[in-house]
């Protein structure tokens, strides 16, 4: 965790030094949640606009940031979800905003790819709420906007304007749903569900771009 090695570090530290050997503090999940924080938890709301077709127009993302009673990197957190909040799509018109907010609750702070996972699961959402809206699977969707295959004059940008010059997404997705047998197992899924009430599978494909 991004800032909070010093809390268990300094404890260690005074048994080291009065002990005179190398000391090694492992906390229980518990603890450590309750006295250095974890993932910060987000509120999200997300507005897409698409064709009939599932083509993206637009997308809006407001995202709302639980800090805890201190601020630590709160802030590098919701900067680095902002930037992450195109996924691997391209929309024409995209906007992204975030409010982080101090509560009395322990500290959060950065942890594993900080800032990426919520505004994903979010986008995501709005992807599986549209796909659902055209009667299409979500996949479809999804590959049908991918950032295009970029090279040296011609590539799409990031919303925050990073050049994706050797974008080659769509064609990882086409190599990984081939030989993942993707289609055939979907078919597998659907049919298991139609057959069973009360028992479903799921099977989801998701594209990720970590710029």
Known sequence: ????????????????????KPVRLLLDRATDTAMIGKRHPYLGHYALAFTPEGKFQGYRLDLFSDAGDTYDCSFAVMDLGLMMADGAYLTPNFQAAGTVYKTNKTSNTAFRTFGTIQPYMMLEEAIEHAAHILGKPPEELRRQNLYRSGGLYEFDRAPYGQALQWCVIRELWDELEKRADFQAR????????QENRYRKRGLAMLPLKYG
Do not use: E, M
């Open 1 to 20: 965790k991004q800032h909070r090695a010093g809390i268990v570090g300094a404890a260690a530290a005074v048994a080291a030094r009065k002990l005179g």
């Open 186 to 193: 979907a078919a597998a899924v659907a049919s298991f569900n």
